[in-house]
């Protein structure tokens, strides 16, 4: 069983900045791509940000230059710095990462989903 647990949402000002954390827990042998996606009322959820083990980063076009993803992996988290927020950065943000789990009959891959936190960015 792989758990990922974010934290660091709230409410802020436009402008101002969060710092969301992202830590997996369970029987991980080593965790591939990490990323952070957004799901808005009424629309569809997208991609904010992944990055590999190796640290190679991919942003959407629309926090390029804003936000800002990170990991540690001796702690298997990931973050994400996001400043000069905009009222349309208002979602749940949600951890994804790509696990290979210990399992007693042979290692297997996982695509592991956190719970979600919501930022809301008040103009």
């Known amino acids: 069983q792989v758990q990922l647990v974010e934290s660091g949402g709230g409410l802020v000002q436009a402008g101002g900045s969060l710092r969301l954390s992202c830590a997996a827990s369970?029987?991980?042998?080593?965790?591939?791509?990490m990323g952070w996606y957004r799901q808005a009322p009424g629309k569809q959820r997208e991609l904010v940000a992944t990055?590999?083990?190796?640290?190679?980063?991919n942003y959407a076009d629309s926090v390029k230059g804003r936000f800002t993803i990170s990991r540690d992996n001796a702690k298997n988290t990931v973050y994400l710095q996001m400043n000069s927020l905009e009222p349309e950065d208002t979602a749940v943000y949600y951890c994804?990462?790509?696990?290979?789990?210990?399992?007693?009959?042979?290692?297997?891959?996982?695509?592991?989903w956190g719970r979600g936190t919501l930022v809301t960015v008040s103009s």
């Open positions: 369970g029987s991980i042998f080593s965790i591939n791509v």
């Open positions: 990055i590999t083990r190796g640290g190679i980063t």
């Open positions: 994804n990462a790509g696990v290979v789990a210990v399992a007693s009959g042979g290692n297997r891959y996982l695509e592991v």
